[in-house]
């Protein structure tokens, strides 16, 4: 859980250091992309035991949720930044 944790971190800090669209689709396809990092966690589920599965399955989905969210603020500040410039 632990790595999670961190990759959730880092991912969060890029987004808040991304400068442009581009960076922001760049880091969306590299944590949550079909060879994202978070994506990857899911691999991790064949190594579980059954009881252990859902709990790791929902901290995977938040984890996924919490850098979507993060993602769609900046894009949608940054898409207001453009119009406005």
Known sequence: MQQLTEIVELALAAIDQASDLK????IRVDYLGKKGKITDMMKLMATLSPEEKPVFGQQVNLAKQQVQQRLSQRIEGQGHFLTLA
Do not use: A, F
């Not at 960076?23 to 760049?26: F, G």
């Open 23 to 26: 960076t922001l689709d760049d």
